[in-house]
């Protein structure tokens, strides 16, 4: 494959970092057009520096300054603001884009780099999950071709390379079942933000860590896979898989059924989505399947775990549900790391707030974007934040 030039949204989080470390690998291969991150100049200006990247965007523009004054002595431009990222992101010299941002925010970039038509390496499900239809929709009529990077939808995409155009008959979606896979409802219910951010498989954000503790990352994907993938939702199966050694399995009308398995490693659906379709050597830990010796799985319990029930109550109502659910999620996440909330309290805010805010049935962009700002307001209000 040709050398790609990428841009990083996001370049300082876990996956941002990851993706860096795949281009490190594969100096070859990739060159780093773009970075951008919200608030974390110094590894910023050190990523900056390090792959003589040309541009830089710091989106809160109160840290412009810093970044500008620290990167002057290098030939490297330095950007601040969302409008930014927006503008440049379309530049001819970039072939592919991350999209690694956190939540609702990284939406509005994503459609700068859709309608620029550029390659869209996407791990940032929110976006999907927000406005899932629209994205689809502007991808279509843009040409840019959507490559997940999120393990489990990695996986359904490389399944689906066995039998391209059939039809799928499920997708299985397997849960590692998070920190509280075994506990009670009882203690579940005290669990405090430090045994929430203790995942047993993963390391990743800490939001992202959060949705898997209460599962509504599944219940996230599960509505990232619907319009990635153009399956409804009732044969969208979720199954918890503790191992997390097959990452998802797509079953064809036939009854086969294929998965794909390996150690839970992030830096291979990076790899994955920005070497696409070729697959890059990764330094990796090597299957023993003797010494696994059994890997198992179990239905997820939707007692314990109600936000899988919200996210397939947002998906089948539809419209701007999803967003108004995801906007909750956010803030509540936010509200229970500041321990502000407790753990069901969590799901408790966005129940009110699904029943809360003013339902749309065929909802715009442009009532996206106010759909998210009115949840979150009314999620903030409910949970007392100003
Ligand atoms: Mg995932």
């Not at 780099?113 to 629209?134: F, Q, R």
Request: glycine fraction near 6%; charged fraction near 20%; proline fraction near 4%.
């Amino acid at each position: 494959m040709g050398k790609r030039h990428i841009a990083i949204l996001g370049s300082t989080g876990s996956i941002g970092r990851q993706a860096l470390d795949v281009v490190r690998q594969h100096p070859d291969l990739f060159e780093v057009e773009m970075i951008t991150a919200n608030n974390s100049t110094s590894l910023l200006i050190e990523q900056a520096i390090e792959f003589n990247v040309n541009n830089v965007v710091i989106c809160n523009e109160k840290h412009y300054g810093e970044v500008a004054s620290a990167l002057s002595p290098y030939p490297i431009k330095v950007f601040a603001g969302m409008k930014s990222v927006c503008d440049l992101v379309g530049s001819d010299n970039i072939d592919i884009v991350l999209t690694a941002m956190v939540g609702f925010s990284g939406l509005e970039s994503t459609v700068a780099a859709i309608m620029a038509g550029k390659a869209v390496a996407l791990a940032n499900k929110e976006t999907l999950v927000a406005a899932g239809k629209t994205v689809m929709d502007l991808a279509g009529k843009h040409n840019a071709p959507i490559l997940p990077v999120d393990s489990e939808h990695s996986a359904i995409f490389q399944c689906l390379h066995c039998s391209p155009g059939e039809k799928i008959a499920r997708i299985h979606l397997t849960a590692s079942g998070g920190p509280f896979r075994t506990w009670t409802r009882e203690q579940m219910a005290s669990a405090t933000r430090a045994e929430a951010l203790k995942h047993p498989k993963w390391t990743m954000g800490s939001k992202i860590t959060i949705d898997s503790a209460t599962m509504m990352n599944k219940g996230l994907e599960i509505i990232e896979a619907r319009w990635l993938f153009g399956v409804e939702q009732d044969r969208i199966n979720v199954v918890v898989h503790p191992e997390s050694i097959i990452h998802s399995m797509v079953e064809f009308d036939d009854g086969a059924i294929i998965a794909q398995m390996g150690h839970p490693d992030m830096r291979e659906p990076i790899q994955y989505a920005l070497g696409y379709p070729a697959r890059l050597p990764l330094e990796h830990r090597k299957m023993d399947f003797a010494e696994l010796g059994s890997i198992s799985f179990h239905a997820p319990d939707t007692d314990r775990f109600p936000a899988l029930l919200l996210a397939r109550e947002a998906l089948s109502r539809g419209g701007n549900m999803p967003c108004i659910m995801n906007a909750a999620n956010e803030v509540a996440v936010a509200a229970f790391l500041q321990d502000r909330l407790s753990f069901y309290g969590i799901t408790d805010l966005i129940e009110k707030c699904m029943s809360g805010v003013d339902f749309v049935a065929e909802p715009d962009l442009e009532t996206i974007f106010l759909t998210n700002a009115e949840a979150a307001a009314k999620a903030r209000e409910l949970a007392g934040i100003e």
